[in-house]
């Protein structure tokens, strides 16, 4: 959030994960003549003494927030937040989900009266994948412990990048072919037609390896990451399918940090959601991921009347993305609401 | 294969994986009169001219076969042979089925009439899954790229271990929580009991090393080594449970080369089919684990009424388990089936 900005911060929620902190606030500029209202400020002139969170950093560092802040986390169930951000964000904003297959970004309009009910998988750290019956009505059903995580914990080892961001881009310009396993290298660079594996398919993530007389140092970074990314993409679309097939969910939301809008991730999740379902299920991304838990507990005392709000996207420290997502619906143009994250 | 042996070979089959050549072969002992039948004989003063073959690398290797040995592979379908192993072996052995919990090993008798339907989960370099419903009736109906191949390929980058076996050893003495981010972690020592999970449930594989400040070196090998056994274990027990749930299976018998029989993956297995399948499900190990395919190959031309063999297992170069499991049935003490591996 730009520390200089002249906006005022009304409300206020956070969502402590396991490596990122994500925060939505309410903010209504300076600029503007204020409406008169009696709503409670919590911007300069007042001390903000309660916020909602969410999240497990919600309840690991509740102390910590008192004593060093004086400020009383307001602690919201964290399955519950996840839940009432995907469904109002999915309600309330005009663009909000897309499909992605083949470098196309496409947004799809759904109606309120044929979302339910949906497979919602979060990737953060971990992944956990809900069933969403509707409004209050879901139920955690699975979930994987090879998540960002997982992608970020392993970069870091084997590619000595230095952030999160760092490890996608590379992987952007890596070829899993030199790590990986494929179909075509068991078979002599034949298909295995009999059961539609094609001699591209990947037999055996870092499979390649094995046979290789090669240190780490002789690996390429990106190859490495590029490998790292299909990997757990992969690994996630199919145990997402798998849950979808089992409660019969046709449209599955995949949300979370680990996504950041990264095409080949989202590549590789819709590939895997087709291939595994052959074509009957879908794979669907969120405009805003990645706060969905901190939108949730926002939503938990909202006092602003939502429909009226004005959503837009920034990051911290330079906001790189001040996109603004039209909400169904009227709007006050000094006021919205913005999401922010921050790096543990 | 002890190359000093003096038994003559009758009969031999090979399943070439995607790192490993798996052999069977059918013995008769010098030391023994002949029976004085017309088998044909592939010993000493007979070349051998053809073999059957399975797994990708008969594909691969034909021509080299030829080239170079003079041999022909007469190829088998990978998935036949699997398939045709896995329901000699539980059918015609005694003691080949068993369950692995808290360190016991339970071998487990099933009638001929109670053993289909049941899932074949196969970890070689990747992972095939099978639904078993009879004598020749099955179908693939899953797998995973992240298997035996991925434990190895990553491990050999991340540890400098020279062998598969090696750093199985290694992952014995290991700690995954020095790795691995668990709920604990997340929820400052906390379970999130209100969807079962503790808070020693790894939630992130390898997510623990996001927040330290730490390199490669920095960490022990056998914790690492530990915390990717413990990673792919667990993702292929949940994929394996997913697809046993999804076709009503109730036994899902785990077999391939990545086990070795080793403790902590027969247990991790185990661990997630009982976790995910609330107690429903069941994971069965097979003694002969890394043979079916050969096996399954060897079968297709059986000349000597397998009712009669004995099935005897020995590694290379220094056969270290000679355990005789007896058939059901009548044998020669002269006879055997070995079941030995070669590394790539």
Redesign the interface.
Known sequence: MDPNHSDYIYHLAVDV???LTKLVCFTKNEDHPDDGSQQQRDGPGRQMTAVKAT???A???ADLFKERLGISLEKE???DCLVVGANFLLKVVRQEAFTYMDGQKKFVKIEHSDLYPYLLVNI???VGMYKVDGDGKFE?V?G???????F???G???T?CKSFDDLLELSYRGNNRV???L?G????G?D?S??GLSSTT??????????DNK??ED?KPED?ARSLLR?IS??IG??SY??A??FGLKRIFFAGFFIRNHPSTMDTLSVAVNF?SKGEAKAMFLQHEGFLGAMGAFMSSDKHGVQELLVKQAEQPNPVSKTQVPLDGEFNADQSIECIFYE?
Chains 1, 2 share one sequence.
């Open positions: 994960g396991g490596s999240g497990g950093g309840h690991k560092y169930d964290e399955m953060g750290s971990g955690r699975s994987t412990s090879i998540g960002g995580g997982t970020w914990g392993l870091k080892l084997l000595k790590i990986d396993m179909v290298d068991i078979y002599g034949m295995y009999k059961i990947i037999a055996s993530s870092f499979g390649k390896v094995i046979s240190d780490l690996y490495i990997m992969n690994n199919q145990i798998l849950n097939l089992r595994w543990a």
